[in-house]
């Protein structure tokens, strides 16, 4: 999969550490993402309970054919290439 031609989303929270990581790594890398913080976005967190996700990061490549959750250094490194 040609993962930096597919759009990413990272579900945040406020004062979550592995979120700022995960996003810090993306920018280092110039990797764009969408943020999507659910403390400041109902929506976002609804997304995530219907799918029975209860943590954050979590990175969705696409419309959602790929995700996971948790920090995950190794598949961001994959991103990378």
């Avoid at 920018?27 to 764009?32: A, K, L, R, V, W």
């Avoid at 969408?34 to 219907?50: A, C, F, M």
């Avoid at 996700?53 to 991103?79: A, H, N, Q, R």
Wanted: glycine share 12%; charged share 25%.
């Amino acid at each position: 999969m040609e993962v930096l031609a597919r759009k990413i989303t990272v579900y945040t929270k406020h004062g979550c550490g592995p979120c700022l990581i995960t996003k810090k790594y993306l920018t280092e890398h110039g990797i764009p993402f969408k943020e999507i913080n659910v403390s400041e976005q109902p929506t976002g967190l609804e997304d995530l309970q219907e799918r029975g996700i209860k943590s954050v990061p979590v990175m969705v490549i696409g419309d959602w054919e790929d995700y996971w959750t948790g920090l995950e250094m190794d598949k961001l490194e994959g991103l990378v290439g």
